[in-house]
C-alpha cells in the first residue's frame, strides 16, 4: 500500500546568501520519506542572471543496496535549468528512506535573489507513478 506521507524533494544549500564571484557553493537534492523509487526524472530551475550550475554530482540514495544506477545530468545555462534523469538498472526493490540524490555546483554571476525549484516525477519498480512533494527555496546574491 502506498504510503500516507509523500516523499519530499527538498534542496538545501549550504550557504543562503552568496557572495558575488564567490564560491562554488553546493546545493544537495535530498529526498526524504522516499518508498521503493526506481526511477526519478528531476527539473531544478533557477535565475541563470543570478546563478550559475557549474556541474551535477550525484548523491548516493539511488545506489543504495549496491544497486548499479544510470545517472544523467543535462545544465542549460541559458534557460537556467537542470535536468536529472536517475534509474536503478533492473531493478525489482527500489530505494527507500533518506538521502542525496545529486549535488550542484553553483557560482553566483550577479546580484539579487534567485528561486531554485525542483519539479519532477519519480517511479516504483513496476512503473506505478510516487508521490513527490518539492519544496523550493530562495537564494540571495549580494
Known amino acids: 500500500t502506498p504510503s500516507s506521507t509523500p516523499a519530499q524533494i527538498i534542496i538545501t544549500p549550504t550557504d543562503r546568501e552568496l557572495r558575488m564571484g564567490g564560491g562554488p557553493y553546493l546545493v544537495p537534492v535530498s529526498i526524504n520519506n522516499a518508498s521503493r523509487v526506481s526511477t526519478m526524472s528531476l527539473t531544478i530551475t533557477y535565475d541563470p542572471a543570478v546563478l550559475r550550475v557549474q556541474s551535477v554530482q550525484e548523491g548516493t540514495f539511488m545506489r543504495q543496496g549496491a544497486a548499479t ?70 537564494v540571495t546574491v549580494r
Request: charge should be negative; hydrophobic fraction near 45%; aromatic fraction near 2%.
Open 69 to 138: 544506477a544510470s545517472f544523467t545530468p543535462k545544465i542549460d545555462a541559458v534557460a537556467g535549468r537542470v535536468d536529472i534523469t536517475v534509474a536503478r538498472i533492473g531493478d525489482q526493490v527500489g530505494a527507500s528512506g533518506a538521502g542525496l540524490i545529486a549535488s550542484l555546483s553553483i557560482t553566483a554571476v550577479g546580484q539579487g535573489n534567485s528561486l531554485i525549484q525542483v519539479s519532477g516525477v519519480a517511479m516504483g519498480p513496476e512503473g506505478v507513478p510516487i508521490q513527490v512533494q518539492f519544496s523550493p527555496v530562495t
